[in-house]
Structures are given as C-alpha cells and as structure tokens.
C-alpha cells in the first residue's frame, strides 16, 4: 500500500495545500493510501526521501517528493482515470499549479499565518515562530493577520480572478469534471479551512461555489477534515 507522509498539527488537523493535492489525486485515481503524520519538527521522518518538506510518498520501492512529482509519477504508474485530460492537459496543470503556488498561496498566508500559529502542536511552535518570523520580518503574527484581514482580503480575492473567469462558464477548472488543476487550486481552501474560520469568499462568488462542489467529491473527502 502507498504511505502518504502529510504534515500534522494539533489535534490532527491536516493543513498541508501540497498535502491535499497528493490525497486528491490518490482519490482520482482510486487508490488507497496509509497516513503517516509529520509534525513540523519531525523531518527525520521524511529523510529517507533526502527532502526536508512533504508530500513525500513510499510506493512499493518507490519514493517521491514534492507533489507535482507525486502527480507526474501517479499519473505514470496508474494511466487510468487521467489527472491531466486533454493534449494540452499537463501544461494546463503546470500552469495552474504555478499560479496557486505564486500567486494565491502568498495572498493567503498572511490572512490566516496568526490562527495556523494556534493550531500548531506546541512542540512545534518554536520552529514554526522562528521559521516565519524570518519570512515575515516579525514574530507578531497576530499584527500581520489583523492588518491582512483589513487590507489583504480584496488582493486575495483579486488573485483568484482567473479561476473566476472560467468558473463562470463551466463546473470546474478542468471542465464538466475535476482534474489535477482543481486539486492544486482547493488545496490552498483546505489549508484555509483546517486553520480558520475566517470566511474568504462571498457565497455568490462563482469560485464560493466551486470550493463547496470539491469539497463534496471523493464522498465529501475535503468537507469531513477536521477544519478549525
């Protein structure tokens, strides 16, 4: 069986985007999987795959590290049930994937950094605060959020133009079905969402809409993670 190392935090929330995009395509492709929780200072776990980050996933003798790896091998090793339909289908996901990672993801981290602190195993928080504080430039993650709920909600929002755009015209990214562009998009909501309640989206937002249709597929797989 797979082992999907996916990082872990208090109370076994599971917040990792890159996380959530392995566990989506694994249910695409419907297979199984065991988890193998890693809390933020257990990178011993994860050495064996010479990375510090997960998804990591043992696959027989198979191992592979970072998750548009881990979708490129998935979708090589299991052809059915295409992650990338289409002729043009991996450069799409590519794409997609380089926009969330370049785009949504930073609108967003700022927006929930405060209550992720809260949710991280206290064993891990000193790593998390000192790790952070160099990408932020403070330890007051607190002052970020705020001032990022205040300020920062529109330029998130703003950066989900494009997948607005197409959300107006068709049920998914991928089309009339969901595809490995749709699960690197949810991911970033599925961090959201195991980290806060704070709401980031208007419900007549066509991409309110679409966030409610992934979190229901794989039977409700994204809506039954312990969310904050």
Same mark, same amino acid.
């Given at each position: 069986m797979i082992t999907l190392y996916d990082l872990v935090l208090d109370g076994d929330r599971r917040p990792s985007p890159f996380c959530w995009r392995a566990k989506l395509a694994l249910?695409?492709?419907?297979?199984?999987?065991?988890?193998?929780p890693v809390g933020f200072t257990e990178k011993h776990k994860i050495a064996f795959a010479d990375?510090?980050?997960?998804?990591?996933?043992?696959?027989?003798?198979?191992?592979? &590290?970072? =998750?548009?790896?881990? #979708? &490129?091998?998935?979708?090589?090793?299991?052809?059915? &049930?295409?992650?990338?339909?289409?002729? #043009?289908? #991996? =450069?799409?996901?590519?794409?997609?994937?380089?926009?969330?990672?370049?785009?949504?993801?930073?609108?967003?981290?700022?927006? /929930?950094?405060?209550? /992720?602190?809260e949710r991280v195993r206290p064993v891990d928080k000193?790593?998390?605060?000192? =790790?952070?504080? &160099?990408?932020?430039?403070?330890?007051?993650?607190?002052?970020?959020?705020?001032?990022?709920?205040?300020?920062?909600? #529109?330029?998130?929002?703003s950066a989900l133009e494009p997948a607005r755009r197409v959300l107006r015209e068709q049920a998914f990214l991928s089309g009339e079905q969901p595809a490995y562009p749709d699960y690197a998009l949810v991911g970033a909501f599925l961090w959201a969402r195991s980290t806060t309640p704070f709401e980031l989206l208007e419900p007549s937002d066509p991409v309110h809409g679409w966030r409610e249709r992934m979190l229901d597929l794989f039977d409700g797989l994204g809506r039954k993670a312990k969310a904050a």
């Open positions: 249910r695409h492709k419907g297979l199984d999987w065991r988890d193998e990375s510090q980050l997960v998804p990591v996933i043992h696959d027989g003798t198979k191992v592979v &590290k970072d =998750s548009w790896a881990i #979708a &490129k091998h998935l979708e090589q090793a299991y052809p059915d &049930k295409p992650l990338f339909p289409g002729a #043009a289908g #991996a =450069s799409y996901a590519h794409f997609v994937v380089g926009w969330v990672d370049t785009a949504v993801h930073p609108a967003l981290f700022p927006l /929930l950094v405060s209550d /992720l602190y000193p790593y998390f605060q000192e =790790s952070r504080a &160099k990408r932020l430039g403070t330890t007051d993650f607190a002052a970020i959020q705020g001032i990022a709920r205040e300020t920062g909600v #529109a330029t998130f929002r």
